[in-house]
């Protein structure tokens, strides 16, 4: 036993904080509570965030332009799909009953207007096709349609299709003439016809945004714009339970909408958080009790639950949400935290039972607290990498895992010092030398590898790494996002089926601004557009709802020319339109037009290819402005940060951990053997990911510095301990043997409890986790593995030339243990 003169302050600091912990253990558990207790509070105030704002930038155009059409048009749509029965027409359908049922429906869901800002049935489209039609004089060519035919007529600049519209025009007359004017109303059946099919027995052009077809009939429910998620919950929820209530004859009902999918997203994180965590905890149990010999062998588990709780308490008054990335930071917490436990548990079982140290606790406190918090820091440095993602929700991430894990060390230390401090005071440990154990001796066979191969994998690991970066641009992201949530969940089914039976999956806004939204130059523009960009993408863009395109398609006859409709005549036509229909699709005091594509089904790097074309194509007349907006660009948007720095994140954190080990070990070389696993792992990965062909999970984007402060708290660990065991007079070859002897059961327990902290997450029901789950805890298996494995040959490698233990042993052990040295 060593004087205490002979020790450094900050040794005697360490020494001092081991005995007032272990005599004062009472009084530790008592303000350990107290903690818990305050910092429990703070998980209350912890908030669930699926909002825009967790995905987008609030200074993101995309985000600016969509706050900004929220609060023109509204939110979110809920889509309801009537599936006609077998042999059921439209104009069965649209029986008096069913529209009866439908404004039934509309006036209970319009009652609730905090959750409901428009709702547009079918028969609100048949309404507005009869005000159009109609005239206060029973005579046609006095209507709102008559009139624009006429003068589309009028205008076609071709006698052919002058000639196409005036026949149809007398065949359009005919069929009107031949229903009696007080027959024309939604009560006849036959009225209903003329109002939905054109001459040739079509569903009206104007008509295919609700009556997408002969069997599917379509109603929309939107949502209060820029709304919470819990909100927009509550709006969904009720838009499903009205509808699950109502009585239709002839067709099937379904409910689908972005508001039902993020609903499921934001109970699950409610539930799916305690859920992961609980997984977690059981699997780490199992593993302690089976694998780490030791008394008191849950104590790691209950530090590290203390930890997390006082992390996420933290968290809570700090203010950052929990968000569909977040809660991966319960089980990630646990695995990583819990090895700070673990080795402090393991080394005072080492000095009691090894080095018979009269004072366990002292000597493990002066050993092993500095060590902890270097890995710490190792670990906070790797997460504040992730303070540089450009999606607010990864940010986030990042922020709570650094915070965590401080608290989670302090924890670490403090608790094991005083609870094992008391314990080894009133009941000293009695045991065998473990060293021979099964644990122990495959750990020192690990990492036995014949000593020439060190620069070999010194080389390779560099190799892979840097192979990894050069694929890493040719790895194919899951860039569907419906592929990301349970696709067992009612919400997804769904929506599947909607996408299935209709085409569609999606919408993408254009709002445009104008001084004068009902001047010709602004009618003329939103039409031309939309038919410009139909025609361009007629997979994606499947039809366009907007005032304009509503008058055009009433224009459009077989034969004719384009011809763009009149300006009063769009006009008139908003005029007549259902109040719901008028705040859709207008907003008179802002100046603004809204026009809706119905987007088909695809990928967000499909959406990405036509958002872009059609941001570069656009050229609106001056004094008009042309946005595309909604959830498509908003999709978009989300893939575009989360793709823009994922690789750079991995090697920002091992940057950043790089550079602080170097300065902390003050040598690069230290440094660098340190990160050998790190590199492998990441590179490994990314190529083995290029050539499988396999689609990674964008949540990848925090996969790197995961496994970066996963795998250099082991690493630190282990070179910090060949050094002490260096210090103390042994070869490199030795210390390296002994190191392993000494530590290898703590470190294979803890390799453990770390992976099935990280792995537990591919236990989630969301794919989106799942398979991030699945990747990380494959890079961090192969980070550990390659720690045991690759760096203790490295270490005897580079310490046969004295790089590794220089300067941080006396010189005199130094040339006295360093074969190489010696022969100089």
């Keep these: ?75 979110q749509a809920m889509l309801v799909l009537f599936t006609l029965d077998d042999g059921v027409t439209i104009t069965d359908f649209m029986n008096e009953a069913n529209q009866q049922e439908l404004a039934r429906v509309k006036e209970e869901l319009k009652a609730n207007d905090a959750v409901i800002e428009a709702v547009i049935t079918p028969t609100d489209i048949l309404d507005w096709s009869d005000a159009l039609i109609q005239s206060p004089d029973g005579n046609p060519i006095n209507s709102i349609a008559g009139g624009a035919l006429l003068a589309a007529t009028q205008a076609d600049p071709n006698p052919d299709g002058q000639a196409a519209r005036t026949a149809d025009s007398v065949t359009t007359l005919e069929r009107l003439n031949a229903i009696p004017i007080e027959e024309r109303t939604l009560a006849n059946p036959a009225w209903i016809d003329f109002l939905l099919y054109d001459n040739s027995g079509e569903i009206r052009l104007a008509q295919q945004s609700f009556f997408t077809d002969d069997r599917h009939v379509q109603m929309l429910v939107r949502l209060p714009g820029n709304a919470s998620i819990e909100r927009e919950g509550e709006g969904a929820a009720l838009v499903a339970d009205t509808i699950d209530n109502a009585q239709f004859e002839g067709a099937t009902v379904t409910v689908t909408g972005a508001p039902v999918l993020l609903k499921e997203i934001n109970d699950y994180l409610v539930g799916g958080f305690l859920q992961l965590g609980a997984i977690a905890v059981v699997i780490m149990a199992i593993i302690l009790i089976v694998l780490f010999n030791v008394r008191w062998r849950l104590l790691s588990l209950v530090v590290v639950l203390f930890g997390v709780t006082w992390a996420f308490g ?93 608290v ?170 259902p109040s719901d229909i008028q705040v859709s699709t207008v907003n008179p005091e802002a100046g603004a037009l809204n026009l809706v594509f119905r987007y088909g089904a695809g990928t967000l790097e499909d959406r990405a290819v036509v958002v872009d074309q059609i941001e570069q194509s656009v050229s609106p007349p001056d004094g008009v402005e042309a946005t595309p907006s909604g959830l498509a660009v908003v999709g978009v948007g989300l893939l575009e940060n989360l793709v823009s720095n994922r690789a750079q994140l991995t090697y920002l954190a091992i940057a950043f951990v790089g550079i602080f080990l170097a300065i902390r070990l003050r040598s690069i070389t230290r440094s660098l053997l340190s990160l050998v696993p790190v590199v492998i792992a990441v590179g490994a990965t990314s190529l083995v990911a290029w050539a499988l062909g396999l689609k990674l999970s964008p949540m990848t984007a925090v996969g790197g510095p995961l496994v970066v402060a996963a795998c250099t708290e082991f690493t630190s660990l282990m070179l910090l301990r060949f050094v002490e065991e260096r210090g103390r007079g042994l070869e490199p ?32 029901s969301l794919p989106l986790l799942r398979d991030f789950g699945l990747v990380v805890a494959m890079n961090v298996a192969v980070a550990l593995l390659s720690a045991l494995v690759v760096l203790p040959p490295l270490l005897v490698w580079a310490d046969q030339r004295g790089w590794v233990s220089k300067r941080m042993i006396p010189d005199d052990v130094l040339r006295a243990t360093t074969p190489k040295l010696k022969q100089r």
């Design 1 to 75: 036993m060593s004087d205490r003169s002979e020790y450094t302050r900050m040794q005697r600091f360490w020494s001092w904080l081991a005995v007032e912990a272990g005599k004062r253990a009472g009084l530790v558990a008592l303000i350990a509570l107290l903690v818990t207790l305050v910092l429990g509070y703070g998980v209350t105030k912890l908030q669930f965030a699926t909002g825009q704002d967790s995905y987008l930038n609030t200074d993101d155009q995309v985000y600016v332009d969509n706050v900004e059409y929220q609060d023109l048009f509204g939110g």
């Design 314 to 406: 933290l968290a809570g008054y700090l203010g950052i949400p929990l968000s569909l990335v977040t809660i991966a930071g319960l089980p990630i917490m646990l695995g990583i935290g819990i090895d700070y436990a673990i080795q402090m548990h393991a080394r005072v079982e080492e000095e009691v039972l090894i080095d018979r140290d009269p004072h366990p606790i002292q000597a493990t406190a002066r050993s092993l607290g500095p060590a902890l918090l270097v890995v710490t820091f190792d670990a906070i440095f790797a997460f504040l990498a992730l303070r540089f993602a450009k999606v607010p929700m990864i940010r986030d991430f990042g922020l709570l895992l650094a915070v965590g894990i401080a």
């Design 733 to 764: 070859a030795e210390a390296s043997d002994v190191t392993a002897a000494r530590t290898g059961r703590a470190f294979i327990v803890s390799a453990c409890t770390t992976m099935a902290g990280v792995a537990v997450i591919a236990t989630s």
């Design 408 to 577: 989670i060390c302090l924890a670490s230390i403090i608790l094991p010092l005083a609870s094992l401090g008391i314990r080894e005071y009133r009941s000293p440990t009695t045991g065998k030398d473990y060293r021979d154990g099964f644990l122990a001796q495959l750990t020192v066979k690990m990492g036995r590898l014949p000593i020439w191969l060190a620069p070999i994998f010194a080389v390779a690991s560099f190799a892979v790494f840097f192979g990894g970066v050069v694929v890493e641009d040719h790895i194919e992201l899951q860039s569907d996002p419906v592929q990301w949530v349970n696709q067992s969940g009612e919400g997804i089914t769904d929506y599947r089926y909607v996408e299935s039976e209709t085409g569609s999956g999606s919408e993408l806004a254009v709002f445009v601004r104008s001084d004068d939204v009902f001047s010709q130059e602004t009618i003329d523009f939103v039409d031309t557009f939309a038919t410009e960009q139909i025609e361009a993408h007629p997979q994606e863009l499947l039809t366009a709802s907007s005032l304009p395109t509503t008058v055009l398609y009433l224009l459009d006859v077989p034969g004719g020319s384009f011809v763009q409709p009149r300006a009063e005549d769009v006009r008139a036509a908003y005029e007549a339109a």
